[in-house]
């Protein structure tokens, strides 16, 4: 069955230090979306991706944030410069935009730890 | 602003019917998900309705009330592995298909 992939499972960095975090949609699908999940806390919207372009992003997606598709099949989350609230659970997800139910599939998470 | 609301927590009892209850207050509506999330895991999709009333899926059924901004997910037959917990999320009409998710409700089946 095809799936999502995230790359790091899990990352530890300092803060001020810049993580990419890399995930793998499934191939046919064509949207793509990046939430994020503190400790105890919801699954929060961060960004969503569509035509090579960003399509919506949430007031926790500032500038520090960025996502690129830079190739065919990568889809990367990169943290220019991480602070210690950026710890969480990353969450990249995709969907093929309605074309049944249009749910989103997530991969298994890339956890973030900064110090 | 959008709010989706579920309980935090609730417990059940191994073989009983357990029903997650979850009212939402969104400017738009294109359909409500049901995701069940073990710890540690990502979310696994659950349930799709966007017209009101009853679908079911073996032991999991979701309804759902448009003019009441009301969702239920009942689950049948409850298994130890079925605690987890379950998210409720609504997809909002004019967004870029992404999901907007409630807070979760923690589920334990107990023996």
């Not at chain 1, 007031?59 to 989350?77: A, H, K, M």
């Not at chain 2, 998900?33 to 309705?49: D, I, K, R, V």
Request: charged share 20%; glycine share 8%; net charge negative.
């Amino acid at each position: 069955e095809p799936e999502v992939t995230q790359t790091p499972s899990h990352q530890v960095t300092q803060m001020g230090q810049e993580v990419i975090l890399r995930c793998v949609p499934i191939s046919n699908h064509l949207y793509f979306y990046w939430y994020r999940q503190i400790l105890g806390q919801k699954v929060e919207f961060l960004v969503s991706f569509y035509n090579n372009e960003i399509s919506e992003k949430s007031e926790i997606f500032d500038d520090q944030f960025s996502v690129e598709r830079p190739d065919g099949s990568n889809f990367t989350l990169k943290i220019r410069s991480t602070k210690l609230e950026d710890s969480a659970m990353y969450f990249c997800a995709s969907s093929d935009g309605g074309a049944n139910t249009g749910e989103l599939f997530f991969g298994e998470g890339s956890r973030l730890t900064v110090l | 602003g959008q709010n989706i609301d579920q309980p935090t927590e609730m417990t059940a009892t191994e073989g009983a019917i357990v029903q997650i209850n979850c009212t939402y207050q969104t400017s738009g509506f294109n359909g409500l998900f049901w995701y069940q999330q073990h710890a540690g895991e990502a979310p696994t999709f659950l349930s799709y309705n966007v017209l009101d009333g009853l679908e079911e899926k073996g032991r999991f059924s979701s309804f759902l009330s448009r003019s009441k901004g009301y969702s239920y997910l009942l689950l049948k037959e409850l298994q130890m592995k079925d605690s987890a917990s379950y998210l409720c999320a609504v997809r909002i009409t004019g967004s870029a298909r992404q999901l907007t998710f409630g807070s979760g409700t923690q589920l334990t089946v107990l023996p």
